[in-house]
Nanobody
Framework: QVQLVESGGGMVQPGGSLRLSCAAS????????MSWYRQAPGRERELVAS????????TYTDSARGRFAISRDNAKNSLYLQMNSLEPEDTGVYYC?????????WGQGTQVTVSS
């Protein structure tokens, strides 16, 4: 019923930029905590950034802070992640997540590769 569809991934050189999008449906979008996670090969999935439902409070992991910007457009049921100054360590599959209470909803992921 809840559907999250990521887009915008691709391959860029170090120092480049990408903008990821997540289109949500089947939920009251404005009531959900929205987050971006990523998973590198051989690593556990990690939280990159979150933006809360009510107050729009934003949280970043240390490696993303200052380079990435998370935002949401409740009128469009969309979540975004602007990624600048990309590094090879940012490589991985990026997942959109929608949470309300203890229920997590996941998208299928979009691949981001940072390489020269």
């Amino acid at each position: 019923q809840v559907q999250l569809v990521e887009s915008g991934g691709g391959m860029v050189q170090p120092g480049g930029s990408l903008r990821l999008s997540c289109a949500a449906s089947g939920l009251t979008f404005s009531t959900y905590l929205m987050s971006w996670y990523r998973q590198a090969p051989g690593r556990e999935r990690e939280l990159v950034a979150s933006i809360s439902a009510t107050r729009g409070i934003i949280t970043y992991t240390d490696s993303a802070r200052g380079r990435f910007a998370i935002s949401r457009d409740n009128a469009k049921n969309s979540l975004y992640l602007q990624m600048n100054s990309l590094e090879p360590e940012d490589t991985g599959v990026y997942y959109c997540n929608a949470r309300r209470g203890g229920v997590f909803n996941w998208g299928q992921g979009t691949q981001v590769t940072v390489s020269s």
